[in-house]
């Protein structure tokens, strides 16, 4: 095999391989002969047909199987050769390579690779300093902790007859909407439980405002214009006015602050002990919240240490994967089905995620050098506790989740091993910082 290697880029190489005229030879007389002992042609004996009558036949698809075979052996030789690692690759479409006897076969695949990444120091003698994060639980913490609790546990009570709503009481709402006076489907609830204050909208409306300061027994009125270019024809253009019904007034009474209520909270002795159950809590979950922080400032430290230029394939599959995701999020929010605005919507995202692209490439980039440099691995058993995880968050079972990850096929289990080996490197790292003070 001939190999000739041209740089197009920082990242991007033109491998030109060339396949000598022997083995083209050895694989033409290969084909042919397993073709001759498959076919059977009229006049002649199984594996006796001459090879000119298979040539006129057959030629065609036996240079289309050859061209599948020897691109992807010799390209795997030309890489391995050239001692590159590609990200992508781009081979001319196989219905365009011509392959003949007694010639040569070449062929040119443009490769784009990954940087060589010239680690810097992140660890002893030199390891990465962190700027301390001392915060702690506070009682003013473990206060407004116990208050959630007490609203929690608060039962829900008629209020005393003329009571006017205020922030933080309960209204119970009866809602229609009307267009021109005449019921709308679709927009009606009854007995709808609203707390004042949270600005929570009903039936698309925000009610606050207009209950707020009412009693039991009283209606207000809301008109809600809806623009021409809404996507419902039945409101486009039209303003539907919400009746709003306040139906009754009811306040939450907030236990005492005791023993009694420790216990009823969970398995409680009393007030002293649920108050060190949610310390312990709080420190943990703020030991996570620490820790997660740290981690962010050694990412920030290793971005800034390394300078590299990054494989604008990888870029556009992390930003195309961003802006999918964003779209797919907003389209089921918003309903955005318009072609127009979703190709401007896409323009703008690309334009707004393109920065935080590069960086999760680069900083995957990174930790990919650091795990191969410390040898860090990823075993099976962090795969298992990794899908149990996934499994926890999604409220499935591990057999459901596996099976999910199955279906998704190979790339779907090599992002799983990708985001844990990540995790790893970042984990190392981090362990190896010296935080000051």
Known sequence: MKLEVTELGPSKRALKIEVPQDEVNREFDRAYSELNRQVHIPGFRPGKAPLALLEKRYAKAVEEDLVRKLIPDYYDR???EAGIVPVIVEVPPLERMKIKKNAPFSFTATVEIKPKIELRDYKAPNPISLKPDKRTVTEEQITRALEALREQHAPLTAAPTGTALADGDYAVLDVEGTVNGEPLEGAKKEGHLHKVGTKALVLGVEVDGAILGKAEGETVEIPQPYPASHPDARLA????????SIKGVKQKKLPALDDEFAKDCGPYA??????????????????????ESYKDQVLKRLVDM???????SLVERELAGM???QIETRARRTGLDDPMKRQEEVKRLREELLPEAKRRVKVGLILEAIAEKEGIRVEEADVVAELERLAARLRLSPEDVKRMVEAGGPDMRDEIIGRILADKSLDYVYRHAVIQG
């Open 78 to 80: 030309a890489v391995r």
């Open 270 to 291: 009393s007030l002293e002990e649920l108050k060190a159950k949610l310390r312990t809590e709080m420190e943990a979950a703020l030991k996570r919240d620490i820790e």
């Open 237 to 244: 253009g039209q303003t539907v006015v919400f009746r709003v």
């Open 323 to 325: 802006v999918r995701q």
């Open 306 to 312: 390394h300078h590299f230029d990054l494989p604008e």
